[in-house]
């Protein structure tokens, strides 16, 4: 579910929508798409076998639309509560290993 004081927003990639997201504002979640990793990650997403973000890909980022924000609101709903960066296929994929990311240091020895 949407939390107070964020917003959730949808990125297109090449035009198309391709996942929304949740951010305090569109300026962090800019800053959220353009980890190299995320982009990493998304190049190895597929849909029918097709990429679905190819490496020439033109990310756009805008406010997500109501039915947008009724799939995440869904999506979420549904899926173990996490307080990290979470965000939601809005396309059908083929296969996608869920990870969660943590910013805290792994204590291991």
């Given at each position: ?69 009724a799939a995440f ?37």
């Amino acid at each position: 579910m949407e939390q107070p004081g964020r917003k959730i927003f949808t990125l297109d990639i090449n035009g198309r929508p391709t996942l929304a997201l949740q951010a305090q504002n569109i300026e962090f979640a800019r800053g959220m798409c353009a980890v190299p990793d995320f982009r990493l990650d998304l190049y190895e997403i597929t849909s029918d076998g097709v990429p679905i973000c190819p490496v020439d890909s033109v990310f756009g980022l805008r406010p997500a639309t109501k039915k947008e924000v009724a799939a995440f609101e869904r999506a979420v709903g549904l899926a173990p509560a996490a307080d990290d960066f979470t965000f939601v296929m809005l396309i059908k994929v083929d296969r996608v290993e869920v990870v969660a990311i943590t910013s805290q240091a792994d204590d291991r020895a």
